[in-house]
C-alpha cells in the first residue's frame, strides 16, 4: 500500500472500464435507425467537408468563436491553481490574477467592439 | 487561521521579490500594447491611425527613458532565493547586455513605428491591406474599410512584438526564454501577412513564417525539457552549475538538449541551416515590417543566445562550440554568396541580413567580454542602417507597387541623387567600408574574435573576411547600377516610370536618422563602443 502510483493505475482501469463498458451498452441497448444525418462524421458548427457548391469554403465565424473560447478557457486552466493555493499565496496574488483577468477582458472588449461577437 | 497546505505545496509561500523600476520598459510597453487594443475599440475611425501611431511612439520613447532608469537598478529580479539549497531562482536578469539590447530595440522600434505609420496621402498605413481578400485601389477594398476594416491593429501588433522582443535578451530562465519568444513571434506572423500589394506572397511569407517559427519553437520546446531532465532547474544559472557539479545520471541529455535550444534560437536569427525562411519572408512581407523585423528580431534573439551561451551553458561550452563555429561558417558562406546571384532588393537584403548573422555569430564565439561588446555595438549600427535600407526600398515605386527587381533601380541615382545616394551609402555599411559604421562593427567583432578565439577564431575572421569581400560585389553592383545603369524601358512613357515618392515627415525621419547614425557611428564609433563595452558582463 506504500506504491504511490496504485490508485494511479486503479484510476486508468477505471476509465477504460467505464468507456468501453458505455460503448458496449450502447452497442447492445440503443436503437439503431441509420439515416444520412447519422452516417456523417460529427463536427459542430460547421460542415464537416468543405462543399464544392460553395468554392469549398466555410465560414469564418465559427472560427472566431473556436477561439474567443479558447482564450477563456486557457484563462481558467489559469485560475484553478491559483483557487488552490489562494490561502497561501495572499494579497499580492490576488492582484496579478486581476491584472492577468483584466488583461484578457480587453481583448474580450476589443471582440466584442469589433463585432466579434455578431453572428449575422 | 491554521492553513494546511494541499499535498506537494510548499507550507510557506516564499513572495518573490520584484523590482519594479528594473521592469520599468517591460511594463510600459506592454501596458502601452493593451492600452492600443483598447483604443482600438473605443477610439472613433478616423482619429485611430494618429492616436496608435502617437501613442506606440511616446510608449517607446518613455520606455527607453525607463531603460536609463533601471540601468541604475541592475541584477536578478522577480524570483526567490531558495535558503535551502541556495539556489538563486529568477526569471528576469536586468543586466549590461540586456538594457544595451532594450534600448537598441526601442529606438529602432520607434524608426520601425515612423515607417509602418506612412500613408502616403490615403487614409490607412499605405503599406498593409484593410482586407486580405481585396486587390488595391478595389471597390471591395473600398467597401471592407467602409464596414470597420482597419489597418490601425499594426500598431498594437508592433507593440506586442517589441515587448517580446525587449523581455527576450532579460529572461534568466528557458519558460521565460519561450514565452518571450512566442509573444515576439504571433504578432511578426501576422503583420508578415497584412502587404496591401503582392498580398498572396505576403501571405504565402506568413503561412512559411508561422509553421516554420512553430516547428523551431518546437526545437526549443524539447531542448528545454531535455536540459531540465539533465539538471532540475529551468534556470540558466542552476543549468550552468549542474553542468560544472556534473557528471549525474541524466548526462546524455546535456548535448541533445543544448542542441535543440540552439536551434530554435538560430532560427530567429536566420543562421544557416535554419535560413530557409528568410528570403521568402523578407520578400513576401510588407517592407516597413521587413525592416523592423531584420532590425529588432536579429537583435532581441542575439541577446538571448548571448545569455544562452554566456550564462546557462557557458560551463559545457566545450559540447557545442565546434557545431556553432561551423554554423557560423556556413552561415556566412552562404549568405554571401547567394546574394550574389540575387535579382530582388529585398531577397538580396535578406540573403545580407543571413551573412551578417554569421559575422555576429563570430562575435559571440569570441567567449569574452569584448566579444559581448561587439555583438552588441554590431546589432544596432545593423539596425540602424536596415531600417533605413528597407524604409527606401519602400519608397521606390512603379505604377503605385514597390519596384524591387534590380533591374528597375537601374538608373536611379541620376533622377533621384539624395535618395540613391542615401542608399548607396547604406550599402556600403553593409559591405564594412571605412567611414560607416559596418566597417566599425566588423573590426569590432573580428578583433575580438582573433583576440580569444585562438585558432578558430582565426579561421572564423579570415573566412569572415573573405565573405566581406564577397558581399562588397553585390553591394557594388547595386550602386554601379543605380549610377551607371540605364532606366528601364526608357521610352518616355511618364507613366510606368520607376519613380521615388515622396513620403511623409515620418518616413523621412526615420530614414534621415538611420542613415546619420550609420556614418556618426563610423566616424565616431567610441562613444557607442565604451557603452557596449561597460555594458558587456551578465549577472547570473
Redesign the interface.
Given at each position: 500500500m506504500n506504491e504511490p502510483y496504485v490508485p494511479v493505475l486503479f484510476m486508468l482501469g477505471l476509465g477504460f472500464v467505464f468507456a468501453a463498458g458505455s460503448v458496449g451498452t450502447s452497442l447492445v441497448v440503443g436503437p439503431k435507425r441509420y439515416n444520412r444525418a447519422k452516417l456523417e462524421a460529427y463536427e459542430c458548427g460547421i460542415q464537416p467537408s468543405p462543399q464544392a457548391s460553395g468554392g469549398g469554403r466555410v465560414p469564418i465565424k465559427y472560427y472566431l468563436t473556436a477561439m474567443l473560447f479558447i482564450i477563456f478557457d486557457v484563462e481558467s486552466i489559469f485560475l484553478y491553481p491559483f483557487a488552490?493555493?489562494f490561502?497561501?499565496?495572499?494579497l499580492?496574488a490576488l492582484i496579478e490574477m486581476v491584472l492577468f483577468v483584466l488583461?484578457v477582458f480587453?481583448?474580450y472588449?476589443?471582440v466584442?467592439?469589433?463585432?466579434g461577437l455578431d453572428w449575422a | 487561521m491554521t492553513s494546511v497546505a494541499p499535498q506537494g505545496l510548499p507550507a510557506v509561500f516564499q513572495q518573490s521579490t520584484i523590482d519594479y523600476l528594473a521592469i520599468l520598459p517591460l511594463l510600459i510597453v506592454f501596458g502601452v500594447a493593451i492600452v492600443g487594443v483598447l483604443v482600438e475599440a473605443f477610439v472613433p475611425r478616423d482619429r485611430r491611425h494618429m492616436v496608435q501611431a502617437g501613442l506606440a511612439v511616446v510608449g517607446l520613447l518613455a520606455a527607453f527613458v525607463a531603460v536609463i532608469v533601471a540601468a541604475k537598478h541592475q541584477g536578478l529580479t522577480m524570483g526567490i532565493t531558495d535558503g535551502a539549497s541556495d539556489r538563486r531562482l529568477f526569471a528576469l536578469a536586468i543586466d549590461g547586455p540586456a538594457l544595451f539590447m532594450q534600448g537598441t530595440i526601442l529606438l529602432l522600434g520607434v524608426l520601425g513605428v515612423l515607417t509602418m505609420a506612412e500613408r502616403l496621402g490615403g487614409v490607412g498605413p499605405d503599406a498593409f491591406t484593410p482586407s486580405g481578400a481585396s486587390t488595391p485601389g478595389s471597390p471591395f477594398e473600398t467597401n471592407a474599410s467602409r464596414a470597420g476594416a482597419l489597418t490601425s491593429e499594426v500598431f498594437p501588433l508592433t507593440m506586442f512584438a517589441i515587448f517580446g522582443m525587449i523581455l527576450f535578451p532579460t529572461t534568466n530562465d528557458l519558460i521565460g526564454m519561450f514565452v518571450a519568444l512566442e509573444v515576439l513571434s504571433l504578432p511578426l506572423y501576422i503583420l508578415s501577412g497584412l502587404a496591401r500589394r503582392r498580398r498572396l506572397l505576403s501571405q504565402e511569407a506568413s503561412l512559411k513564417y508561422f509553421l516554420l517559427g512553430a516547428f523551431s519553437s518546437a526545437f526549443f520546446l524539447f531542448g528545454s525539457a531535455l536540459l531540465y531532465g539533465y539538471s532540475g532547474s529551468f534556470v540558466l544559472g542552476d543549468i550552468s552549475k549542474a553542468i560544472s557539479t556534473g557528471p549525474i545520471e541524466m548526462n546524455g541529455l546535456l548535448v541533445p538538449g543544448a542542441f535543440l535550444v540552439f536551434v530554435g534560437l538560430l532560427f530567429k536569427v536566420a543562421a544557416v541551416p535554419f535560413h530557409a525562411w528568410t528570403p521568402d519572408v523578407y520578400q513576401g512581407a510588407p517592407t516597413p515590417v521587413t525592416g523592423f523585423m531584420a532590425a529588432c528580431t536579429k537583435a532581441a534573439a542575439f541577446g538571448a543566445i548571448l545569455r544562452l551561451a554566456y550564462v546557462g551553458l557557458d560551463t559545457g561550452r566545450w559540447e557545442w562550440t565546434n557545431a556553432l563555429v561551423v554554423i557560423a561558417l556556413l552561415t556566412m558562406v552562404v549568405g554571401s554568396v547567394l546574394s550574389v546571384t540575387q535579382t530582388d532588393m529585398k531577397r538580396l537584403l535578406a540573403y545580407s541580413s543571413i551573412a551578417h548573422a554569421g559575422f555576429v555569430l563570430v562575435g559571440v564565439l569570441a567567449f569574452d567580454s569584448k566579444g559581448v561588446g561587439a555583438v552588441l555595438f554590431y546589432v544596432a549600427t545593423y539596425g540602424f542602417a536596415i531600417i533605413a535600407a528597407f524604409a527606401i526600398i519602400s519608397l521606390v515605386r512603379q505604377n503605385g507597387g514597390e519596384a524591387t527587381h534590380l533591374s528597375q533601380w537601374a538608373g536611379l541615382g541620376k533622377r533621384y541623387p539624395l535618395v540613391a545616394g542615401a542608399f548607396a551609402f547604406l550599402m556600403l555599411a553593409f559591405a564594412g567600408i571605412p567611414a560607416t559604421s559596418g566597417f566599425m562593427a566588423k573590426f569590432a567583432v573580428f578583433s575580438a574574435a582573433v583576440g580569444t578565439g585562438g585558432a578558430t577564431g582565426t579561421v572564423l575572421v579570415v573566412v569572415g573576411v573573405l565573405c566581406s569581400a564577397i558581399t562588397v560585389f553585390v553591394y557594388a553592383r547595386v550602386i554601379v547600377l543605380m549610377y551607371f545603369g540605364d532606366p528601364p524601358g526608357d521610352t518616355g512613357d511618364a507613366a510606368n516610370a520607376v519613380e521615388v515618392v515622396v513620403p511623409s515627415v515620418t518616413t523621412t525621419f526615420s530614414i534621415a536618422i538611420g542613415t546619420v547614425i550609420t556614418l556618426a557611428l563610423g566616424v565616431v564609433p567610441s562613444a557607442l563602443l565604451d557603452l557596449a563595452d561597460r555594458a558587456s558582463q551578465f549577472v547570473r
Open positions: 488552490v493555493a490561502n497561501q499565496l495572499g499580492f488583461t480587453v481583448a472588449a476589443y466584442w467592439r469589433r463585432g | -
